[in-house]
């Protein structure tokens, strides 16, 4: 456990690295920051406007942060505190910044601080409570979380301003050490909001902590949200590091030296000591509440769902803070530059590195509306054996469990013997389970687990149901045919089957199945609703849509 040592208790300690403010006139010096000084809506122009370069057929390299002195909102209310997008990796240019070094360089930085990570220094002093505001100087329309100017990310479809540029901090409540995440949070009220924990393979690290302390009893979780902070603090929330990592120590790591921190004023929590704004609560453990909808990575809206509620303790501020907010919809986005420029050396290191891979040149992820890590490319020496392309495949797919599909080239072009078989095995293992999807009832009340299985355990399900129904048939030849009786029964067992499944004329899922052939044109028949969903409408197989 790192934590910071007790002759570091200064008032005033140097720092070695850059603030937010520092970092964004470096910027201006070297022309990537445009400041907007016009009235700009944050409910339905700011986030668009910026979104359009990334969207908008531009290439990466003419991107710039921009910054918006004078906010307003749908209502006409004014701001004094101005909203930079952009900021921390509009491109990568941008991204080298704040990182300190050129592109070639920042996967051995990222590899030093990692190996040698410094622990944080405490200051009794920080620029972070210059204004507090707590208790009942909360309440109020314009005294909490409203006096600040938070956007919406995707207008028309979101509920509420929300928080996307965080670093959430919480506190593992056995081993006392921090995790530091970025998780969106939906304003609620002046002295609430709902944070969006995202869970991935094993669980985030702030998700693990609101576990570990439901599991203790405890009714509330101390969090701290940290809104604008030095650039090498704010790359570690996107940054998946192992669980039980302080980021802290990560962050000293690449700046060379420790970054200072100072406690919160009203939670048992250390918060960085240049922040522009902290938000301070506690998450309550025995209840959720609804959340979304929200613009998501995918190009998708992600639909209401529960999340955890934070009460609202303490806000402070600079006396002149800048609120960062990311672009964090379809990629191309801001968060998506900054983890592609994390995560393709640390892909490369671990094939090349890790599973002694060597013909491995690089490793690209795709980002245009996939995600990042659902394509992969993966380019090899030209000649490589077929077996290092193989290792190099799973040990790409193996890295992270949610990674999609890798593409392997050599020599700078595709291997066309590879790439054509890799084909065949993607369209045979998209053919059974788009005949799975279309198959019987019983099928169709498979548990929630089995439908999102992947495609090759979806293809594994079908081979053995129709092997069983192979069987069958053999059996049902040998035994030549069935004795009327039986057969007056399997015929008046099939007319109550279809009875149960008649759907009453009004309901919701007779009024979906409408929807759905006026919509899509897809016979009712061919369509995945049936009455045995009960409060579920289900859409109709993908592969059976057709658009207007």
């Known amino acids: 456990m790192n934590l910071p040592s007790a002759p570091d208790l200064v008032a005033d300690a140097k720092r070695g690295y850059p603030d937010l403010h520092e970092h964004l006139e470096e910027l201006k010096k070297r022309g990537l920051l445009l400041t907007i000084d016009r009235p700009v809506d944050k409910d339905s122009e700011l986030h668009p406007l910026v979104r359009w370069q990334f969207v908008g057929g531009m290439d990466e390299a003419e991107r710039r942060a921009f910054l918006f002195t004078n906010i307003t909102d749908g209502r006409g209310r004014k701001y004094d505190i101005p909203v930079v997008v952009g900021a921390i990796a509009a491109n990568r ?21 990692i190996a040698h990570p410094i622990p944080p220094r405490s200051v009794e002093r920080a620029v972070c409570h210059e204004v507090v505001h707590e208790g ?16 919406i990310s995707t207008p028309g479809f979101d509920s509420a301003p929300t928080l996307t540029a965080t670093n959430v901090i919480t506190r593992d409540p056995e081993t006392g050490v921090q995790n530091m995440g970025t998780y969106r949070a939906a304003l609620k009220a002046p002295d609430r909001l709902v944070v969006r924990m995202a869970t991935r393979v094993g669980g985030a690290g702030g998700y693990l902590h609101y576990v570990k302390y439901q599991k203790l009893g405890k009714k509330t979780m101390p969090c701290a949200i940290v809104l604008g902070c030095p650039p090498y603090v704010a790359f570690m929330g996107p940054q998946k590091l192992p669980v039980g990592v302080d980021e802290f120590t990560v962050a000293g790591g690449l700046a060379g030296s420790p970054i200072n921190v100072v406690k919160a004023k009203t939670v048992d929590l250390l918060i960085p000591a240049e922040s522009e704004v902290v938000i301070e609560g506690l998450i309550d453990t025995e209840y959720c509440e609804p959340e979304a909808p929200f613009g998501e990575s995918h190009g998708h809206v992600a639909l209401e769902e529960f999340n955890m509620p934070m009460r609202i303790t303490a806000i402070t501020h600079r006396k002149n803070p800048i609120i960062p907010s990311y672009i964090s919809q379809v990629t191309p986005s801001e968060s998506s530059v900054i983890k592609r420029v994390a995560y393709e050396p640390l892909y490369l290191a671990h094939l090349r590195e890790a599973l002694g891979i ?16 659902r394509v992969q490319v993966i380019t090899l020496e030209k000649g490589a054996p077929r077996t290092e392309v193989w290792r190099a495949l799973y040990g790409a797919a193996c890295f992270k469990a949610d990674m999609g599909q890798a593409r392997a080239r050599a020599g700078g072009g595709f291997d066309a013997a590879y790439g054509r078989d890799h084909e065949r095995r993607h369209a045979a293992a998209r053919a059974a389970q788009a005949r799975i999807h279309g198959a019987r009832e019983e099928t169709l009340g498979r548990p929630r687990a089995a439908q999102a299985a992947p495609a090759s355990a979806l293809a594994r399900l079908f081979a053995r149901r129709l092997a069983a129904a192979v069987g069958r048939g053999r059996e049902a030849r040998r035994r030549g045919p069935l004795p009327r009786e039986r057969q007056d029964q399997r015929e008046a067992e099939q007319e109550r089957r279809q009875a149960r499944n008649q759907v009453p004329a009004g309901s919701r899922v007779a009024t979906a199945r409408v929807t759905i052939e006026r919509l899509f044109r897809v016979p009712a028949k ?19 849509l057709r658009p207007l």
Not at 364 to 372: D, F, I, K, M, Q
Not at 526 to 544: D, E, F, Y
Request: a positive charge; proline letters at 7%; charged letters at 20%.
């Open 136 to 151: 009942e100087a909360l309440q109020g329309e314009g005294n909490g979380l409203d006096r600040l100017p938070i956007p």
């Open 358 to 373: 060597r013909a491995v040149k690089r490793v690209s992820l795709h980002e245009p509306l996939t995600g990042l890590l």
């Open 526 to 544: 061919n369509s995945c609703i049936t009455s045995r969903c009960r409060g579920t409408v289900a859409a109709a197989p993908l592969h059976s």
């Open 93 to 113: 240019a941008i991204y080298s910044v704040g990182m300190g070094a050129p592109l070639s360089e920042i996967q051995a930085k990222w590899d030093r601080a």
